[in-house]
C-alpha cells in the first residue's frame, strides 16, 4: 500500500504536522482548529514535530518527546491526541509562554480559570456556561503569556467526553446537540462562532481560579481556597517545561497571589453555572497580593566546599517561595518544582546550616513527640533521597 503523506505547518511553527494515510481528517480541521492558519508545504523545506499515521485500523501518534507512539481506534480520540501534542509543540517554540490543563470562561472582561483535576467536569461546565452565552477561551488547555500574564486563547473546538451526565438539563442537552459537530465513541466536539469560542490569540488578563470538585447529590457551594492548594495545583497542571522553573515559580506565585481563589463542589452543571455567574458578574472584590519568590545568597557555597561525612545542607541559588506553612522550590538548573508539607518545611528550615539525619532526627522528636522515631526516620530519609535526587540539597 502507497502512502499518502500530507505535511502542514499551523499558523508560524517551524516544524510541519505530519498526516499519513489519514488525509480524510482534514475535512474537520476548520472547526477543530477555528482561527488557526493551515498550510500544506513539501516535506523537505520543514522539519516534522508531529507524525499522525493510520496503520492498520488504528491511528498512531508519534514525537521525540513520547517516550513511545500513542495508539487511538477512532477519529474522534485521534483528533483528540493530535489537538493536545500540537499545544505542547506549539508552547514549545514561544519560551514566553506556559501552558496549563484546564478551561477558562470569560466574565466580565477577565478570565476564571479551572485547573483540571480528573472527571471533574470542567468541558460539560463550560458548554453549560456557553449555553448561557458566557465566552469559552478554552476547555482543556490554556496558554498563559509570561511577559503580561494575560490567558491566551487556542483555538480549539471544545470536546466533551462520552457518556454525558445524565442529570443535564434540557437547555444545555439542546445546546450541545444543536453544535454537535463531530461525535465518536469517546468524544463529542462542538462547532462554536466566535461570539461564544473565543479566536486563536484572543487574550485577557486572569481574575481567579475556580477548583472544580463534583460529587454525586452534592448541594452546590462556593467558598473560598488557600493560596497554596491553587498554587500546588497549578504547578502540577503546568506542561511547559521549555522555560526555567525559578521563573515558572514565580510568575504562578504572583499570578495566583494576585487572583481570587475558589473551590466550586456541585453534582448538576446548571448549579455550578449559576454559581459562577452570581459571584463573577463584576470584580469589585478583587482579592490577593502578590508574593515574591527568595534566592538564597551564594555565600553557602564555601561551606558546602567544607560539607562533613553525613551531613546535608541546602544548596544556594534555590527559588523559594513560601505561603503559610507550604513552601516551593525550584533548582535554577532544571525544570521541576517541588513542593513541601508542614513537616517537610520545618526539615528545609533546619537544612541551612549543615546537619547530619540523626542531627535533624533528634530535632524532629522534640519538635513533634507524638511521633514514633522510626516514623520521622522514614520520612526524614524518603525527603533526603528526594531533595538530592532534584538538585536541591548537597551532601558531605
Not at 472547526?31 to 498512531?60: C, K, M
Not at 465513541?185 to 466566535?194: A, G, I, K, T, V
Not at 448538576?268 to 463584576?282: G, Q, T, W
Amino acid at each position: 500500500m502507497c502512502k499518502d503523506n500530507l505535511y502542514l505547518i499551523f499558523n508560524d511553527m517551524s516544524n510541519s504536522v505530519e498526516l499519513v494515510n489519514c488525509r480524510h481528517l482534514i475535512e474537520f480541521f476548520p472547526f477543530i482548529f477555528p482561527g488557526w492558519q493551515i498550510t500544506e508545504v513539501s516535506a523537505e523545506h520543514f522539519s516534522t514535530v508531529l507524525s499522525l499515521s493510520r496503520e492498520n485500523d488504528r491511528y498512531v501518534l508519534d514525537s521525540y518527546w513520547l517516550k513511545k507512539p500513542a495508539y487511538r481506534k477512532n477519529a474522534d480520540a485521534a483528533i483528540c491526541l493530535l489537538v493536545a501534542e500540537l499545544m505542547r509543540a506549539y508552547v514549545h517554540e514561544d519560551r514566553q509562554l506556559l501552558c496549563l490543563h484546564g478551561a477558562a470562561s470569560e466574565f466580565a472582561g477577565k478570565l476564571v480559570l479551572f485547573p483540571s483535576n480528573y472527571r471533574a467536569g470542567k468541558s460539560v461546565l463550560s458548554a453549560g456556561l456557553a449555553a448561557l452565552g458566557v465566552r469559552l477561551f478554552g476547555d482543556d488547555v490554556l496558554p498563559i503569556s509570561l511577559l503580561d500574564a494575560t490567558g491566551i486563547a487556542p483555538g480549539f473546538a471544545p470536546r466533551l467526553r462520552l457518556p454525558l451526565p445524565d442529570n443535564l438539563d434540557s437547555r444545555t442537552r439542546d445546546f450541545i446537540d444543536k453544535n454537535n459537530r463531530l461525535q465518536g465513541e469517546q468524544y463529542l466536539y462542538l462547532d462554536l462562532d466566535s461570539d461564544l469560542l473565543a479566536p486563536q490569540g484572543c487574550q485577557l488578563p486572569v481574575g481567579a481560579f475556580v477548583l472544580l470538585e463534583r460529587e454525586e447529590s452534592a448541594s452546590p457551594l462556593m467558598e473560598p481556597v488557600s493560596e497554596a492548594e491553587v498554587l500546588r495545583q497549578v504547578i502540577w497542571q503546568n506542561f511547559a517545561r521549555e522555560t526555567e522553573a525559578p521563573r515558572i515559580l514565580s510568575f504562578l506565585s504572583e499570578l495566583v497571589a494576585s487572583s481570587q481563589r475558589f473551590r466550586l463542589r456541585y453534582d448538576r452543571a446548571e448549579d455550578a453555572v449559576a454559581l459562577l455567574r452570581e459571584n463573577f458578574d463584576d470584580w469589585s472584590t478583587q482579592s490577593g497580593s502578590r508574593n515574591d519568590g527568595k534566592t538564597l545568597a551564594d555565600g553557602q557555597t564555601g561551606i558546602i566546599e567544607h560539607l562533613l561525612p553525613g551531613q546535608y545542607l541546602r544548596k544556594p541559588d534555590i527559588s523559594i517561595v513560601q505561603i503559610d506553612d507550604q513552601v516551593f522550590l525550584a533548582d535554577g538548573q532544571g525544570a521541576a518544582i517541588h513542593h513541601l508539607n508542614p513537616i517537610g518545611t520545618a526539615i528545609w528550615s533546619l537544612l541551612a546550616e549543615p546537619m547530619t539525619a540523626d542531627e535533624i532526627t533528634n530535632l524532629l522528636m522534640t519538635a513533634f513527640p507524638d511521633l514514633e522515631r522510626n516514623s520521622i526516620e522514614s520520612d526524614l530519609q524518603n525527603l533526603i533521597a528526594e531533595l538530592l535526587s532534584r538538585n536541591l540539597l548537597s551532601a558531605g
